[in-house]
């Protein structure tokens, strides 16, 4: 089975401006982060879900690249996020 | 000399210093005034209970130190004796930042003019304090030279109005920039080079205990020569700023950073590099609202 991603508990994110904030109640980091990165724990808000989910859910047509290298982009921002406290596997 | 008490109200904490060292009680009545000083009640309550001293008798005589006191222990290595006063006023600020937590308290400080507050960040040696001592010189009000203390209901600036610390050259800038201005004895060779304290402002001190709406939040660069430059600042890097700069935001977790989101949401936020302290001075005029 999959490896699902989901946001751990007491991380909270907020739109200021035009830039994206996370904190981490876990980690005690506060982060500015990448728009899609935003999104992409928006979307984990709603329930958990696997990278390849992510990867086609997410709008990454600006990278404009090929589909494994959008896969990468995803898996690396979700290693970070594992690694400040701000996402689990489950 | 005798163990003298003062019982030294600076809103909001209530504090109870000890001492027999006279460098320390002539330079409390020096620059902290009658508005300070509590009248006599047994059963005050008071947030730190504060002694500096001579550790042992052996140091009151050979090469004197004082040692500073809180709650009974020593949280740090004693001092010479001639550092005795700026080590009460460093050891407060430790006693405030390690033991206040309903409050959101930032090492910034802040200065006021028609109820508009102004924040000031700033790293060690950006001229944060010189700036805030020209500025309450000027006619604006002091919060505070070391701290802003935030409601975190309100968001309110409390003010702790304490003596201006004021160091190396900015004190011949400060003395030659307000004559008039009243200073505390000079302190040579400690950690942080020459200090002097400048007395707060009888205006500041009679309004110690009232807040202020933040209003901007300016981040404050002295470099000699330079060109006067202030330039917007992002609310989000601000925010990552000022979390940095914080004393407790790491232990409020979730509260203290919804408090920074929350706090500059509505004001502005600027980097502001300066080499003339009235240039500086006519550029903060213009930043508040005239009332």
Not at chain 1, 19 to 24: K, N, P, R
Not at chain 2, 68 to 75: C, I, L, N, W
Not at chain 2, 148 to 168: F, G, H, Y
Not at chain 2, 266 to 284: H, P, R, T
Request: proline share 5%.
């Amino acid at each position: 089975m999959a490896v699902k991603y989901a946001l751990l508990e007491g991380v909270v994110f907020k739109h200021i401006d035009k830039q994206f904030l996370v904190y981490s109640s876990l980690s005690r980091e506060t982060l500015v982060v990448h728009e899609i990165a935003y999104k992409l724990l928006s979307l984990l808000k709603i329930h958990p879900r696997t990278d390849e989910e992510l990867t086609q859910l997410l709008n990454l047509e600006p990278l404009k690249d090929s589909e494994n290298h959008k896969k990468d982009f995803v898996d690396l921002t979700l290693e970070q996020f594992s690694r400040l406290g701000i996402v689990e596997t489950i | 000399m005798p163990v003298q008490v003062y019982d030294l109200s600076i809103p909001p904490f209530q504090i109870r210093l000890e001492t027999d060292i006279s460098l320390v009680s002539d330079s409390i009545e020096k620059l902290y005034s009658k508005e300070n000083l509590l009248i006599g009640n047994e059963n005050q309550f008071f947030d730190f209970h504060i002694k500096v001293t001579t550790p042992t008798l052996y140091r009151k005589y050979f090469r004197p130190q004082a040692q500073f006191f809180s709650d009974g222990k020593a949280p740090f290595k004693p001092l010479p004796i001639s550092q005795a006063y700026p080590f009460f006023e460093w050891g407060l600020n430790w006693c405030i930042a390690s033991y206040t937590y309903q409050y959101l308290i930032l090492h910034a400080a802040v200065i006021e003019k028609n109820n508009q507050a102004i924040i000031l960040p700033g790293k060690p040696g950006a001229g944060k304090s010189t700036l805030c001592a020209a500025l309450v010189c000027s006619g604006w009000r002091l919060l505070s030279d070391e701290m802003a203390v935030i409601d975190l209901q309100t968001l309110e600036l409390l003010p702790v109005v304490r003596p201006v610390s004021l160091k190396n050259e900015s004190i011949e800038i400060i003395s030659e920039f307000a004559p008039d201005a009243e200073f505390g004895d000079t302190f040579f060779d400690t950690a942080k080079g020459v200090v002097s304290h400048l007395k707060p402002p009888e205006e500041s001190m009679k309004n110690n205990r009232r807040r202020a709406k933040a209003h901007t939040i300016i981040f404050p660069q002295f470099t000699s020569q330079a060109d006067m430059k202030l330039t917007k600042k992002s609310r989000a890097e601000t925010v990552l700023e000022l979390a940095r700069n914080s004393f407790n935001y790491s232990v409020l977790g979730q509260q203290g950073f919804d408090v920074l989101c929350e706090l500059v949401t509505e004001i502005n936020c600027f980097e502001f590099e300066y080499s003339s302290l009235d240039e500086a001075i006519k550029q903060f005029e213009t930043l508040i609202e005239k009332k």
